[in-house]
């Protein structure tokens, strides 16, 4: 009889810096007071500029049901953050990202008031594009959507948004300009 434990997601811990100074299982990080980790964050925009949106799943443990950036995540022990973004992307949503750059690095700390997680992380951002038809994991994703650097700002005053969103939008703006271009208004 095969073993049905499933093995546990970790993480890698860093210091302020970003330098790897071990591992943890993924829930034991982002338990308050929570512990740094690398994670990464992904920004995709369609040929008209626009931003496609996920709604997470509401199945998910960590902030369920709000809308958030197109991916985020955390790359496994050893793996590059470039790697593992793209990685995810494919997984989460089904497409493969068109031009896809490094878009800087954030350190933020964002306790989650719903569950009482932490987000402490030092996060890897990403900007490109997305030119595929998007096949969203429905265990990862309730709804996708294509918005406007307007539409988002409406949407953002009237729904939840995960509580790193506009911290890691801000941190990853310069390289989201030069990918959408001056006239799409990020």
């Not at 089904?94 to 690095?105: D, I, K, N, S």
Request: proline share 6%; charged share 25%; hydrophobic share 45%.
């Amino acid at each position: 009889m095969a073993n049905s434990a499933v093995a546990p997601i970790m993480l890698e811990l860093v210091d302020e810096d970003g330098t790897t100074i071990g591992t943890a299982e993924k829930l034991s990080a982002h338990v308050a007071p929570g512990r740094l980790h690398r994670a990464f964050s992904v920004f995709l925009f369609d040929d008209a500029g626009r931003l496609l949106l996920q709604r997470r799943a509401l199945g998910k443990y960590h902030s369920p049901g709000v809308w958030s950036n197109t991916c985020c995540g955390h790359p496994y022990p050893g793996e590059a953050p470039f790697a593992a973004a793209a990685r995810r992307v494919s997984e989460e949503l089904g497409v493969a990202p068109f031009l896809l750059r490094e878009a800087g690095t954030v350190r933020y700390n964002h306790p989650d008031p719903e569950s009482g997680l932490v987000e402490q992380e030092f996060n890897h951002l990403f900007a490109g594009l997305v030119r595929d038809t998007v096949r969203a994991d429905p265990e990862e994703i309730a709804e996708t959507a294509f918005v406007t650097a307007e539409e988002l700002k409406r949407r953002h005053a009237e729904g939840a948004f995960s509580s790193w969103f506009m911290t890691v939008l801000d941190a990853a703006r310069p390289a989201i300009a030069e990918v959408t271009g001056a006239a799409a208004g990020w």
